[in-house]
């Protein structure tokens, strides 16, 4: 037992800084910093910038689902509002009306989004689960509709417009070329990361998990749960009113489709592809949306058909989203046994692309005959020309998806086995390690 006095031992007793943490935000901002000195050519900032504006849209969004069990249909409304505010300041500062800096434009979206957080979460909130869902479904519905009745504020079919390149130029930043931009939803991406993280640690931030796995017994510890979710919806909202302000600037334009249903569904689909139960699932889903959505609608038509299928597989095989798939092969990694899985897995990986391969020459060939056949029969697929009225590319796009799901179904009970076994072992040296 120690003799040194209280205070002395007090000043010992100290909290050792934790450098894991500070090492992956340091990262997370360096990439930030050198993502568009890598990705520079064509259209990649405007694919970054869009990337930036989902990730946060995405995690604000988790906010609710993930966190707080909170199945919402209508989160665009608040993104979606917050971008018509910023861009009505944005409108509003050009004319010399409103002294606001495009720089903060995001922060009057983020106001706006909270403000109509805290009204139509006051009523949304007052039921949970499925009830929950379908209030906030009819809301965005409601709010949708109301974007066409009032083209004053909301400019109809149309939208509003703006030009972000005005005022002053402090440091010659005017916000005209893209890569100004980039910067700008960079830096509110850090910070919005940064403070949606810290929400996670307050008691708020815990509180609101318990409410999510069993709010009758937080109920029973003195917390209301209900006002419990109407705090976290307000902050979220707040969150996703920035992410609507950085895309009125990024693109300029605000329309009916910024606070639609689809919208919201798409950050539903997006946030639940990247996994709902990790904190960065959300920022890997988007990359894969914006991926899905917008890059991949550049070469097929049937990309919303991609999209369905892509989600479908996530929550059939991996339904903790794709964080999950990374957590689970770090974890055989850091135990020393990635080898004895390596193979069995890349074999499984490379049968399933096989077979996914025939499935999307038979989709486009599809789609070509159905939406294209009044520019002949003949298309340009995968490099090679392909008559799709002569029944080679079909007998091809059949015995690609035969094999490859023959080799899927072999393959898949090796590495279910291999997968088992390891799972199993390091199951039994976490037991052995708490005991």
Same mark, same amino acid.
């Given at each position: 037992?120690?003799?040194?006095?209280?205070?002395?031992?007090?000043?010992?007793?100290?909290?050792?800084?934790?450098?894991?943490?500070?090492?992956?935000? &340091?990262?997370? #901002?360096?990439?930030?910093?050198?993502?568009?000195?890598?990705f520079s050519k064509g259209a990649s900032l405007s694919i970054l910038c869009q990337m930036g504006t989902v990730m946060i849209f995405g995690l604000s969004y988790n906010m609710?689902?993930?966190?707080?069990?909170?199945?919402?249909?209508?989160?665009?409304?608040?993104?979606?509002?917050?971008?018509?505010?910023?861009?009505?300041?944005?409108?509003? #500062?050009?004319?010399?009306?409103?002294?606001?800096?495009?720089?903060?434009?995001?922060?009057?979206?983020?106001? #706006?989004?909270?403000?109509?957080?805290?009204?139509?979460?006051?009523?949304?909130?007052?039921?949970?689960?499925? /009830?929950?869902?379908?209030?906030? *479904?009819?809301?965005?519905?409601?709010?949708?509709? !109301?974007?066409?009745?009032?083209?004053?504020?909301?400019?109809?079919?149309?939208?509003?417009?703006?030009?972000?390149?005005?005022?002053?130029?402090?440091?010659?930043?005017?916000?005209?070329?893209?890569?100004?931009?980039?910067?700008?939803?960079?830096?509110? *991406?850090?910070?919005?990361?940064?403070?949606?993280?810290?929400?996670?640690?307050?008691?708020l931030g815990r509180i609101i998990n318990a409410v999510r796995d069993n709010p009758e017994r937080a109920e029973f510890i003195g917390y209301d749960p209900r006002w419990v979710?109407?705090? /976290?919806?307000?902050?979220?909202?707040?969150?996703?009113?920035?992410?609507?302000?950085?895309? #009125?600037?990024?693109?300029?334009?605000? &329309?009916?489709?910024?606070?639609?249903?689809?919208?919201?569904?798409?950050?539903?689909?997006?946030?639940?592809?990247?996994?709902?139960?990790?904190?960065?699932?959300?920022?890997?889903?988007?990359?894969?949306?914006?991926?899905?959505?917008?890059? *991949?609608?550049?070469? &097929?038509?049937?990309?919303?058909?991609?999209?369905?299928?892509?989600?479908?597989?996530?929550?059939?095989?991996?339904?903790?989203?794709?964080?999950?798939?990374?957590? *689970?092969?770090?974890?055989?990694?850091?135990?020393?046994?990635?080898?004895?899985?390596?193979?069995?897995?890349?074999?499984? !990986?490379?049968?399933?692309?096989?077979?996914?391969?025939?499935?999307?020459?038979?989709?486009?060939?599809?789609?070509?005959? &159905?939406?294209?056949?009044?520019?002949?029969?003949?298309?340009?697929?995968?490099?090679?020309?392909?008559?799709?009225?002569?029944?080679?590319?079909?007998?091809?796009?059949?015995?690609?998806?035969?094999?490859?799901?023959?080799?899927?179904?072999?393959?898949?009970?090796?590495?279910?086995?291999?997968?088992?076994?390891?799972?199993?072992?390091?199951?039994?040296?976490?037991?052995?390690?708490?005991?």
């Amino acid at each position: 037992m120690s003799t040194l006095p209280a205070t002395t031992v007090s000043r010992m007793n100290y909290k050792p800084l934790n450098l894991g943490r500070w090492l992956v935000w &340091t990262l997370f #901002a360096l990439v930030l910093a050198i993502a568009p000195l890598v990705f520079s050519k064509g259209a990649s900032l405007s694919i970054l910038c869009q990337m930036g504006t989902v990730m946060i849209f995405g995690l604000s969004y988790n906010m609710l689902l993930g966190q707080g069990g909170m199945l919402s249909f209508g989160h665009a409304v608040y993104s979606g509002l917050g971008a018509y505010f910023a861009i009505h300041a944005m409108n509003l #500062a050009a004319d010399g009306s409103l002294p606001v800096p495009v720089s903060l434009l995001p922060l009057v979206g983020g106001l #706006a989004g909270m403000l109509f957080g805290i009204l139509f979460g006051y009523v949304t909130t007052r039921k949970a689960g499925t /009830t929950f869902a379908m209030i906030t *479904l009819g809301m965005v519905e409601l709010v949708f509709a !109301c974007s066409l009745m009032f083209p004053g504020f909301f400019g109809g079919e149309g939208g509003i417009s703006g030009n972000r390149v005005m005022g002053a130029e402090p440091f010659g930043i005017s916000y005209g070329p893209q890569i100004q931009v980039y910067y700008l939803i960079a830096f509110w *991406l850090f910070v919005a990361t940064v403070g949606m993280y810290a929400f996670t640690q307050t008691p708020l931030g815990r509180i609101i998990n318990a409410v999510r796995d069993n709010p009758e017994r937080a109920e029973f510890i003195g917390y209301d749960p209900r006002w419990v979710r109407y705090l /976290t919806l307000v902050l979220s909202a707040f969150f996703a009113g920035i992410s609507g302000g950085l895309s #009125a600037i990024n693109f300029e334009i605000v &329309t009916a489709e910024n606070v639609s249903v689809a919208r919201s569904g798409a950050i539903l689909l997006f946030t639940y592809i990247g996994g709902i139960g990790f904190f960065f699932g959300p920022m890997i889903g988007a990359v894969a949306g914006v991926f899905l959505t917008v890059l *991949l609608s550049e070469f &097929t038509r049937a990309w919303l058909l991609y999209l369905g299928l892509f989600f479908i597989l996530i929550v059939m095989y991996a339904p903790g989203g794709i964080a999950s798939i990374l957590m *689970l092969n770090l974890r055989v990694a850091r135990s020393g046994r990635f080898p004895r899985v390596r193979k069995p897995m890349l074999a499984v !990986c490379a049968s399933a692309l096989v077979a996914l391969a025939g499935v999307a020459v038979a989709v486009e060939m599809l789609y070509h005959l &159905t939406l294209d056949a009044f520019n002949g029969t003949v298309m340009d697929l995968f490099g090679m020309r392909v008559d799709t009225a002569a029944p080679g590319g079909w007998l091809a796009a059949a015995a690609l998806f035969a094999v490859g799901g023959w080799m899927f179904l072999r393959t898949r009970k090796v590495f279910r086995r291999a997968w088992g076994e390891v799972q199993e072992e390091i199951e039994e040296l976490a037991k052995r390690g708490s005991a």
